[in-house]
Structure formats: structure tokens, C-alpha cells
């Protein structure tokens, strides 16, 4: 089967772990509670707390299913040496009207743009993929086209 590779930093790594080990020991323990509580309630079939109980448990499981394979189909992005391409894990600092801004490309698991981290699959990642310092990319978004320049990549955020 051809799946779809999860790229992960270290640390984004271990933070999926950390949420699957939480979801696998505790949260799954309160949601049998829950389920407990509930059938403790008489007559499941008009029971709403049961409802939601069995609900809660339904996404619990699609989770833990989902960080499984998002684990097991990981690529661990790391620090390779130097760099003179936009590659997944790099930091680039590009030039938009004047400003410098610094981002860290990710895969879609890690992504956070409020955090200066976007994915390698978003419209910005995806131009600036593979292109060296001095290349100038355009982005389509909904208030318009950007246009920056890459000014710097590196392992490092500064």
C-alpha cells in the first residue's frame, strides 16, 4: 500500500507520542468510567450520557487510530548538514515588501502558522520547495497575490 509519509521534527514526534500515550492510558480509563456512570443509569437506549459517553469513546478511538499510522509512516526530519534548498525542517527567511519574516517548514502534522511554522504542503511551503536564496516566488491567496524573496535558509532559526 502506498501511504502518505508523515514528516516529523524530534520534537513533533515525541509530542504525538506523548498524546498517544496520554489517550491510551488516561483518557481512555475516564471514558470507560463515563461509559460505567452512564449504564449504571438504567435503560441505555434513552440514555443521553450513554450517547455521549459511546461518542466520546468513538473519537477517542478514531485518534489514537489516526496518531498510530501518522507514527508509523513517519519520516524524522533532522539537521542534514548544510543546506542551499528549501527542504522540509529548514528555516527560511524571506523578503515581502521591505520585511523580514523567518519560517520553519514542516509537515501538515506540525504545522502552526501563528508560530512561524507552515507545512511544506500549504500554497507558500509548496513555492518555496526546493528553490534556492535570491528565488523569487509568488503566492495565490485569498486577499491577493504575495511576492517575496528568499533571503536565507538555514537549520537554524537564526
Sequence with gaps: MNEKKTYLTPEGKQKLLDELDYLRTTRRAEVAAQIKFAKEGGDISE???YDEAKNAQAFL?????????MLETAVLIDDKGAVDRVQIGVYVTVKEDGEKDTYQIVGSAEAD???????NESPMGKAMMDR???AKCAVKTPSGERRF??????????
Design 47 to 49: 440514555n443521553a450520557g
Design 61 to 69: 478511538e478514531g485518534r489514537i487510530m489516526t496518531l498510530e499510522q
Design 113 to 119: 502558522p501563528t508560530a512561524g511554522r507552515i507545512s
Design 132 to 134: 534556492g536564496v535570491g
Design 149 to 158: 524573496e528568499i533571503v536565507k535558509i538555514s537549520w537554524q532559526p537564526k
